[in-house]
């Protein structure tokens, strides 16, 4: 267990509607990270932050925004979902770029 | 840009044989990632691998990285049941991205 949680877990939504999913982490890491996980693609990056409002875009960013105001926390919104995002949703942290990435528990979304 | 190509994507094999899955890789990095993913369940790493001719091992499993070739392998020794799991590498790209195989689907038989 790294200490870190998603919020919620599971989630269904509707298209055209905003979705925030929420990363917590409890050990002070400086980067944090949000992919998607689809059959046939493995993991793939979404978003990352290197520090507190210091965020970067990942392989497949559009259509997402995020935003990190603490350290401990890791905001991820689809501002108008669409049914493309369903997805599974893994937070990861690390303490820089060379470290094991430790991943959260996963967010399971469905748009209809 | 990097890609990444894990294969076999499916495999099944018998409790006590050895196999391995193979991780091959574009351009050059400097690291590289070997998950376990159960399924429903979140990633477990494994092993990282930060050097050419890195090899590290834990129990049944070995992995190894030849930067030069730009491949690395997950050797399994005398499989067992609990082995049974999806496998990821994942391969350092830039200075913060990580670009993930599609993963081997591993089942083990008895």
């Known amino acids: 267990d790294a200490g870190i949680t998603q919020s919620p877990r599971h989630k269904v939504t509707e298209t055209g509607t905003p979705v925030t999913l929420r990363c917590h982490q409890t050990e002070n890491h400086r980067y944090m990270y949000w992919y998607r996980q689809d059959p046939g693609h493995g993991l793939r990056l979404i978003h990352y932050?290197?520090?507190?409002?210091?965020?970067d875009k990942g392989e497949v960013s559009d259509g997402y925004s995020v935003s990190r105001s603490k350290t401990e926390d890791f905001l991820l919104t689809l501002e108008s979902a669409t049914s493309s995002q369903t997805s599974v949703y893994f937070c990861?942290?690390?303490?820089?770029?060379?470290?094991?990435?430790?991943f959260g528990p996963g967010t399971r979304l469905l748009v209809l | 840009e990097l890609k990444v190509e894990q294969n076999p994507l499916f495999l099944s094999m018998q409790e006590g044989k050895n196999y391995t899955i193979y991780c091959n890789y574009s351009?050059?990095?400097?690291?590289l990632y070997w998950y376990r993913q159960d399924p429903g369940k979140s990633l477990e790493s494994l092993f990282v691998l930060l050097s050419n001719g890195a090899v590290k091992q834990e129990g049944r499993l070995m992995a190894s990285l030849d930067t030069k070739a730009r491949l690395s392998t997950l050797h399994i020794t005398a499989a067992v049941h609990d082995l049974s799991a999806t496998y990821f590498c994942?391969?350092?790209?830039?200075?913060?991205?990580?670009?993930f195989g599609a993963g081997t689907r591993l089942t083990v038989k008895p």
């Open positions: 994942a391969v350092g790209y830039n200075n913060n991205d990580m670009r």
């Open positions: 990861a942290i690390n303490s820089g770029p060379q470290e094991t990435q430790y």
């Open positions: 932050s290197y520090g507190v409002k210091d965020t």
């Open positions: 351009t050059t990095s400097d690291r």
